[in-house]
């Protein structure tokens, strides 16, 4: 099992809708969490990053943690054309001497005007 | 300002050229990363400098070496490289909060290599 699951879709939605992106990961050590959005051949974008669980929102994105279930999702409200890009899910922990972090495959998302 | 920069935008280049890539930030961050992204992959961690020390190596090739000559710069001197190391160079670097880690990528360098 890898340690981080994501849907590389493709996902296409029509504009104006809620858009849910998801990652599993089976690494309980994981703390921090991020999310990237990559336009194509682009580097990464920071979108949002969290380390509890929970809900954290900025304007039309939310992240959600539940570290119960080793579950985080992305969603994006009135969703736009220029939202069409691949979001990566990103996940770290450290502790003395070492350094994870590891990124999700991406899922290419399409917002269809 | 979260921007890391880095040039040069796009690199061709042949098997027994050398060159380098270059990655700047200043917002005080004390690590700094190096990532190879092929088409359609995500980004793979190449190597991790802490506090301009290298501390990670994640078995790359020594035709690809790092340098990191103050906090606010990294380089990656490529030398005889082969045609399956093109790919997106992408440098970050990352400051600790809350006990994690946030990384900031720059926009990378697009390499090729013929």
């Known amino acids: 099992q890898k340690e981080v699951e994501q849907d590389p879709g493709p996902l296409s939605v029509p504009e104006g809708a809620i858009v849910s992106l998801n990652c599993t990961y089976s690494?309980?050590?994981?703390?921090?969490f991020m999310w990237y959005r990559q336009y194509s051949r682009k580097g990464p974008e920071l979108l949002m990053y969290?380390?509890?669980?929970g809900n954290k929102e900025d304007g039309r994105f939310t992240a959600q943690v539940d570290k119960s279930s080793k579950y985080i999702s992305l969603f994006i409200r009135d969703s736009q054309p220029s939202d069409s890009a691949t979001y990566l899910c990103a996940m770290t922990h450290s502790g003395a001497g070492s350094y994870q972090l590891t990124f999700g495959k991406g899922t290419k998302l399409s917002v269809i005007p | 300002d979260t921007e890391v920069t880095q040039t040069p935008k796009h690199l061709v280049m042949g098997m027994t050229n050398k060159k380098s890539l270059k990655c700047e930030q200043h917002?005080?961050?004390?690590?700094m990363y190096w990532y190879k992204q092929k088409a359609k992959k995500p980004p793979e961690l190449m190597f991790v400098y802490s506090y301009e020390k290298l501390s990670i190596n994640e078995s790359v090739p020594s035709r690809f070496s790092p340098e990191c000559p103050n906090s606010s710069l990294l380089n990656l001197h490529l030398h005889a490289l082969q045609p399956e190391d093109s790919a997106l160079y992408l440098c970050?670097?990352?400051?600790?909060?809350?006990?994690?880690?946030?990384?900031?990528f720059g926009p990378g360098t697009r390499l090729l290599v013929l």
């Open positions: 690494n309980s050590a994981f703390q921090y």
């Open positions: 969290t380390y509890s669980s």
């Open positions: 917002m005080g961050h004390r690590a």
């Open positions: 970050a670097s990352s400051q600790v909060s809350n006990g994690g880690e946030t990384q900031y």
